[in-house]
């Protein structure tokens, strides 16, 4: 996959609704990731990140871990 996307694409799910605890479908997370891409652009899930790792360091590394897992396995193939 082009790193370009994953990251765009984990930084839209990192920004999502979408929970980890949640156990979500490839389907739902692919649905999220265009759902908040379209809805903030590439620029905004980037400063939802930044502003979360500015805030809440200590839980962003574990969303953004579980985001980058999560959309690798859902848009594999």
Known sequence: MNA????????????????????????????AVSTMVDQLGESGCAEIVAQEYGEHPDCAIGRMAWARDAVRLAFAG
């Open 4 to 31: 370009v996307i994953d990251d765009v694409r984990s930084e839209a799910l990192f920004a999502s609704y979408v929970q980890r605890s949640q156990e979500p479908t490839p389907e739902v997370i692919r649905t």
